[in-house]
């Protein structure tokens, strides 16, 4: 059974950096998407940066481009998501996700959910 695992939020000023973990178990991840998603407070989930397991293409929503970076450790099965010149619109519960490889990767392409991490971007 696939488990997704997310560490690393919390609170940060304006400006800062933040690393995002992913601890992913349960099953072999080549022929899977994945990626992070994002939900503040009374706003709807919404996609942020995907990666395909198998060859590390990316892809990212056009609000973080140039500020986030996601990547993969194939040998550890982690996905990180470095977050750079944070801003307080990016304060969210940031989930890890996987599914099937389809791109644009969407809510409902996500078969697993991790448990949430929350960032907090003070002004």
């Known amino acids: 059974q696939v488990q997704l695992v997310e560490s690393g939020g919390g609170l940060v000023q304006a400006g800062d950096s933040l690393r995002l973990s992913c601890a992913a178990s349960g099953h072999t991840f080549n022929r899977f998407y994945m990626g992070w998603f994002r939900q503040a407070p009374g706003k709807e989930r919404e996609f942020v940066a995907g990666?395909?397991?198998?060859?590390?293409?990316?892809n990212y929503a056009d609000s973080v481009k140039g500020r986030f970076t996601i990547s993969r450790d194939n040998v550890g099965n982690m996905m990180y998501l470095q977050m750079n010149s944070l801003k307080p619109e990016d304060t969210a519960v940031y989930y890890c996700?996987?599914?099937?490889?389809?791109?644009?990767?969407?809510?409902?392409?996500?078969?697993?959910w991790g448990q949430g991490t929350q960032v907090t971007v003070s002004a």
């Open positions: 990666i395909r397991w198998s060859d590390g293409a990316t």
């Open positions: 996700a996987a599914g099937a490889i389809v791109v644009p990767f969407r809510i409902k392409d996500a078969d697993y």
